[in-house]
Nanobody, 114 residues
Framework: QVQLVESGGGLVEPGGSLRLSCAAS????????MAWYRQVPGKERELVASITRGGSIYYGYLGRFTISRDNAKNTMYLQMNNLKPDDTAVYYCEASKFDNTAYWGQGTQVTVSS
């Protein structure tokens, strides 16, 4: 069973940075796509960024976030810069295999506040 574990969330002041990590229990090379989503209470989960096995990247939010993956460490990252209070959310890691089977992490809380 695939397990995804997010880390790196926390409390940061506006303008600050955080790097989220998503560690997989197995090889991330088996995933067609990996992505970061975020969700605030009362709203739908929304796509932040995704990256394919081939390295193609899609950003839902341009300019402040950078998604990357390290196949050797079986880990995906989300570098978030110039954070704003509206970025406060639970951030989830998602990974999909070529048969469209999707796996989710448990989420990590990001709070942007002074």
């Amino acid at each position: 069973q695939v397990q995804l574990v997010e880390s790196g969330g926390g409390l940061v002041e506006p303008g600050g940075s955080l790097r989220l990590s998503c560690a997989a229990s197995g090889s991330i090379g088996s995933f067609a796509v990996m992505a970061w989503y975020r969700q605030v209470p009362g709203k739908e989960r929304e796509l932040v960024a995704s990256i394919t096995r081939g390295g193609s990247i899609y950003y839902g939010y341009l300019g402040r976030f950078t998604i990357s993956r390290d196949n050797a460490k079986n880990t995906m990252y989300l570098q978030m810069n110039n954070l704003k209070p509206d970025d406060t959310a639970v951030y989830y890691c998602e990974a999909s295999k070529f048969d469209n089977t999707a796996y989710w992490g448990q989420g990590t809380q990001v709070t942007v506040s002074s």
